[in-house]
């Protein structure tokens, strides 16, 4: 059975820092894309960050361009999203998400999706 | 990376079938095959529902349909069920090899 499960989340202040993990079993994890999606409480859902199977293509949304880096380590089956110069409006539900692959095929969308940490950034 | 566009919400009575649309631009929804649709029931994680425009996971009903048509996809819900009472989003791919979510929609059964 696929299971995502997130930790690091918490309470941050402006301009600090936080580190997001993400537990991957029941599958083959290098095989796999894998990205973060995040949801402002009671708001929609936005599209973070992604990584390939092996770690050498990474891809961010303008909001977190040069303030995110998504990571992964292949041999701990664990996903990384570091999170620096933290925004009032980061504050959400970060999601780790596994794209979705059938045989030897991968497609749009993802078809896996963790439980989510909370990162609260406030003074 | 603007949101794609869809409708806040949309309602209709058991039975009934009901069209929610994303509308993007050629550098995303126009531009590739590469829509998805997600349901989303009050604190749930997303689902996946729909992949590439029309295809549709296993185990997920027949009752959900995709398509598309320029910059503009839709999900279709058919017979509507209670159980479909969720807010929606698609997805695309974009030109800048990023994905952008649609702004989301409140599916309503009456």
């Known amino acids: 059975e696929v299971q995502l499960v997130e930790s690091g989340g918490g309470l941050v202040q402006p301009g600090g820092s936080l580190r997001l993990s993400c537990a991957a079993s029941g599958f083959t994890f290098s095989s796999y894309a894998m990205s973060w999606v995040r949801q402002a409480p009671g708001k929609g859902l936005e599209w973070v960050s992604a990584i390939s199977g092996s770690g050498g293509s990474t891809y961010y949304a303008d909001s977190v361009k040069g303030r995110f880096t998504i990571s992964r380590d292949n041999s701990r089956n664990t996903l990384y999203l570091q999170m620096n110069s933290l925004r009032a409006e980061d504050a959400a539900l970060y999601f780790c998400?596994?794209?979705?692959?059938?045989?030897?095929?991968?497609?749009?969308?993802?078809?896996?999706w963790g439980q989510g940490t909370l990162v609260t950034v406030s003074s | 990376q603007s949101a794609l566009t869809q409708p806040a919400s949309v309602s209709g009575s058991p039975g009934q079938s009901i069209t929610i649309s994303c509308t993007g631009t050629?550098?995303?929804?126009?531009?590739?095959?590469?829509v998805s649709w997600y349901q989303q029931h009050p604190g749930r994680v997303p689902k996946l529902m729909i992949y590439?425009?029309?295809n549709r996971p296993s185990g997920v009903s027949n009752r959900f349909s995709g398509s598309k048509s320029g910059n503009t996809a839709s999900l279709t819900v058919s017979g509507l069920q209670a159980e479909d009472e969720a807010d929606y989003y698609c997805s695309s791919y974009t030109s800048s090899s990023t994905y952008v979510f649609g702004t989301g929609t409140k599916v309503t059964v009456l």
């Open positions: 590439d425009v029309s």
């Open positions: 050629s550098s995303d929804v126009g531009g590739y095959n590469y």
């Open positions: 998400a596994k794209r979705y692959c059938s045989g030897a095929r991968c497609y749009s969308g993802a078809d896996h």
